[in-house]
Every structure is written in C-alpha cells, then in structure tokens.
C-alpha cells in the first residue's frame, strides 16, 4: 500500500496498519509527535485502533525551534 | 521579579498562570540545540516558543530533538503558528500542537499577510483567534499596533495581545512608543511586545512605556554573543520595569535644576 507522509509517497507491505507500527517502521518511536490523518487528528490513546489505509494522507509534527 | 523596596512580588500572569520572568524567548535560528539552552538559562526566561513542523522521517533513533534540551517539563511551551498565512493553517497547526503536548492549551496565535514583511494579517488573525477561544485555546495573539485592532482581541477574549515593535527579526527597535502606550492605557490583560527588539535598550524601552514583558527571538540568537546578550536582556527588562514602577521624574524641557543646594555657595 502506498500513505502520503508529510508530502512523500512510502509504500508499505500489507493493506493496513496503525499509527503505533507506522512510527516503529518509520524510526519513530520514543520521539514526541502528533498524527494527522486526512486532516483528523488522531489521539495518542487511538494508536492501535485506528487503521491507516491505502493511499491516506499522513502528517506527522513535532516541535522544532522557532519565535 | 521581587520589588525590592516593598518586597512583594512583582509577577506576570498569564491566563491564570504565574511567572517571575518578563523575558519570553522564541528558540529559532540559535548554532545548537546546546546554544539554545544556554541562552535560555542565562535569559532566566519561563516561557519559550517553538514552532511546529513535520517531523524529519530520514532521522535515526537517536538523533536529539529541541525537546531533549528543553523538557516541556520545566518551560511553559508556547507554541506558535509561524509560517501560516490563513486562520485555517493557524488552527489547524495549534490544534496539532496541543496533540502533541498532551493537551497544552496556552498558545501564540500569528496569521501572517506578507512574506517580505511578515506583517500580520489581523482579518485573519482575528478570525483564527474567535474560533480558538471557542475551542478552548489561551490564545496570546502577535498583531499589529493598532490599539483598535488590540482592544478587538482582547474582547474577543485573547490572553495576551502582542504589538509588534516593528517587523519581525529587524531589530529596528520601538518605533511607534505612541501607538504601544495607548495599547497598554487601555488593555486589561497583559500587554507583550513581540518582535523588533535588537538590543538591551529597546527592551528597557518598552518596558518602562509599561509592557508587561516581552517576546523575543531574533535580538539574542544573532547576537555575536547570544548567552551574554540573553543576559543583556533578562537585566535590560528588570531595568526597565522597575523604572516603569518606580515612576520616572517630570521632564522640564530647557530648565535646568541643580542638584546640590545652591545655599552657602563659597565665595
């Protein structure tokens, strides 16, 4: 399957997967960020129960230094 | 701050929240993380903004974050919109930041017009802050200095409302006093100037015109010495707020006024 995540296209294996696998694939874990799928945040508490499919658009933030 | 006279504590409330410092600093455009922290330390400043990206994906595991430097644990976050030019980018990004610091409320709400001049656009901004409010936001607001402008989002219900001085990284300095004192005449909640500051005078400026602090990003971090000009500026605002508070003498334009006795003069 192919998510858009913050602007790239990365295809996956599989047809769906949640927030908590996405971060581990994607080097993520233990780093503070937020998740936004197709423009809906998702709640920490959400990470293993919500599906990110096919083709979805992902943001995933996190704070950087700024004035 | 204590009043050192009075010893009562002299300090800056913000949306219900206490802080001893009047110094707020954004944490752009510092060498290092490690830099960052420093200034901050030397600043004693409270309360610092970062802004919210996407996250970096190529990183590895262990590559260190702003947030490893300064644990939201210790700091008052502020979050910040910079960057966005409509109140949808602006909410949008807000909305994610308290995601992401775990339901964080207190905010620094800028909805720019012009990228040569990082103006704000204060049609959006007001726009962008009513919904906020509505969301449950504590919305410090960057804004022009118009005091109509300022008394609008006040009443809209912003926490802070925040002049600019002049534009944004300039470090032109306090150019319309005028403007900033009548904001302050007639605001009820705390008055910040941000942005404009280039050095420890324009701080002290603004703030024996009555500011209640002031935000600043650019002044200290391309300082050629930003720990010493952190320094600079945390004795730059206590100076000037306790002139402020002191109450500074009446001018008397073209007269001078001795200050020993003019009695017993030896002649």
Redesign the interface.
């Known amino acids: 399957m192919k998510i858009h995540i913050n602007g790239n296209i990365k295809e996956f294996k599989g047809i769906k997967t949640t927030p908590e696998e996405l971060i581990i694939k994607l080097n993520l874990n233990g780093k503070r960020f937020a998740i936004e799928r197709n423009g809906e945040i998702i709640p920490k508490k959400d990470f293993n129960k919500i599906y990110i499919n096919d083709g979805d658009k992902i943001e995933i933030i996190g704070a950087v230094g700024g004035g | 701050m204590v009043d050192k006279i009075s010893n009562t504590s002299d300090d800056l409330t913000i949306a219900g929240l206490s802080f001893k410092s009047r110094l707020l ?6 060498n290092s ?1 490690k830099e ?1 922290r420093s200034a901050i330390d030397a600043s004693q400043s409270e309360i610092v ?7 970096n ?1 190529g ?3 262990d590559e260190a ?3 490893d430097f300064i644990p939201p644990e210790q700091f008052t ?1 502020l ?2 919109t ?1 960057g966005c030019y409509s109140s949808d980018e602006a909410i ?1 990004t807000l ?3 308290r ?3 775990d339901g964080h409320n207190l905010v620094k709400l800028e909805v720019l017009g012009d990228p040569d001049t990082l103006y704000p656009n204060v049609v959006e901004t007001i726009k962008a802050a009513k919904i906020l409010i509505k969301d449950g936001f504590d919305v410090m607001v960057y804004t022009s200095d118009d005091p109509i402008i300022a008394k609008q989002l006040e009443e809209i219900g912003c926490c802070a409302i925040m002049p600019l001085a002049s534009l ?2 300039s470090g032109m300095g306090i150019l319309n006093p005028w403007n900033l004192e009548i904001i302050i005449d007639k605001a009820n909640v705390p008055v910040i100037v941000d942005a404009g500051v280039g050095t420890a005078s324009d701080a002290t400026i603004a703030m024996e015109l009555g500011c209640d602090g002031i ?4 002044a200290i ?1 391309l300082a050629h010495n930003p720990i010493l000009m952190a320094s600079a500026m945390r004795k730059a605002i206590e100076s000037g707020r306790e002139a402020f508070l002191a109450g500074r003498m009446d001018k008397k334009p073209y007269r001078a006024s001795p200050s020993s006795p003019v009695k017993g003069l030896i002649k």
């Open positions: 600093i954004g944490t752009g455009k510092y993380f960052t903004t970062v802004a919210i990206r996407r996250v994906l990183q590895s595991p974050s702003l947030l976050y979050p910040n910079a949008r909305r994610l930041a995601e992401l610091l944004i990284g935000l600043m990003n650019t971090a």
